[in-house]
């Protein structure tokens, strides 16, 4: 059967996510790589230096750029009626609704999927899912941080999930992982249909009016959490408390239950030369053997707490 999609990478000026300075879109048809749009874009804002840093965009390099308004409709009309896909799509879907918001543009109807999410689950034991390792593991070129290459990066796992599980029809696929639904630009998101129920743990226990305050269908609901090592942006307190206050299910140590583990810094007089504390050794056992855990950073963590 055939089928078709459009990867999409953004690249922003600074921290807020409407601060779009750069965009690539790599159409795919039946597994090959069929046109491709890049553009830098003003963004009419001032750039961080480590956003800079990040991508290589200065304010030079955008000031005869088109505004996000101006490439608008180039943008919609490459990618058509084609599904979206992009890796870790909360960032660059919320920077996209957030820069339709900024210019008060109505959301076009721009369905959307995500290779980071979809990796998680089709591709089970990986130790790390983000764009460079999973490319690296993957044997697929990437120039990091250049939106087409993020993207064309981005399309090519998505093709490697469908033949490596012997997929040629991309709905067939999203329906064997329990993805029965697309997510919509300034809508809602793209999440797995879950099992997962919410249960009472030792660590923190909700009010009765916290409870009735959680969503169901937020990402951490019902998922197992453990946290190692020294946070930085709050205490492994207040993190057990706001995993359990959208419903997550914090643990002292990993076990067959975790779904979750979330790295700190480590100190290397505890973990040894290895860098791994006791918790990513068992959660790497579990992996071996086919546990589906994921791990990741802080940031990952409260990027996902707050969506």
Not at 24 to 42: E, Q
Not at 188 to 201: A, C, I, L, P, W
């Amino acid at each position: 059967m055939s089928y078709s999609y459009v990867a999409l990478d953004v690249e922003t000026a600074n921290d807020f996510r409407g601060s779009v300075c750069s965009i690539g879109l790599v159409k795919f048809k039946d597994g090959n790589i069929v046109d491709t749009f890049y553009t830098l874009i003003n963004p009419e804002e001032e750039f961080d230096d480590f956003n800079i840093f990040i991508h290589g965009i200065t304010p030079e390099d955008v000031v005869d750029s088109p505004t996000f308004p101006e490439v608008r409709k180039s943008i919609v009309d490459f990618i058509g009626s084609d599904i979206v896909v992009a890796h870790f799509a909360q960032f660059d879907m919320g920077a996209l609704k957030d820069v339709y918001q900024k210019y008060e543009l109505e959301f076009d109807n721009i369905e959307y999927i995500c290779s980071y999410r979809l990796a998680k689950v089709a591709l089970p034991g990986q130790l790390n899912y983000k764009l460079k390792r999973l490319a690296k593991n993957l044997k697929i070129e990437l120039d990091h941080h250049n939106a087409l290459s993020d993207a064309r990066a981005s399309g090519l796992i998505l093709e490697y999930l469908l033949s490596t599980n012997s997929f040629s029809d991309l709905n067939a696929f999203l329906k064997e992982f329990r993805y029965n639904k697309t997510g919509l630009l300034g809508q809602y998101g793209f999440k797995r249909k879950k099992s997962y129920q919410y249960k009472e743990n030792l660590i923190y226990q909700p009010t009765e009016e916290e409870k009735a305050a959680m969503n169901p269908d937020h990402y951490f609901y019902g998922l197992y959490f453990c946290f190692t090592g020294k946070l930085e942006r709050m205490t492994r307190k207040e993190a057990n408390k706001a995993a359990a206050l959208v419903g997550g299910i914090p643990e002292k140590g990993v076990t067959k239950n975790t779904n979750i583990l979330v790295v700190g810094e480590q100190d290397w007089r505890v973990v040894g030369t290895d860098g791994l504390s006791s918790k990513m050794k068992k959660a790497q056992t579990l992996l071996e053997k086919g546990q589906d855990i994921e791990i990741m950073t802080e940031n990952d963590f409260i990027r996902l707490l707050e969506e």
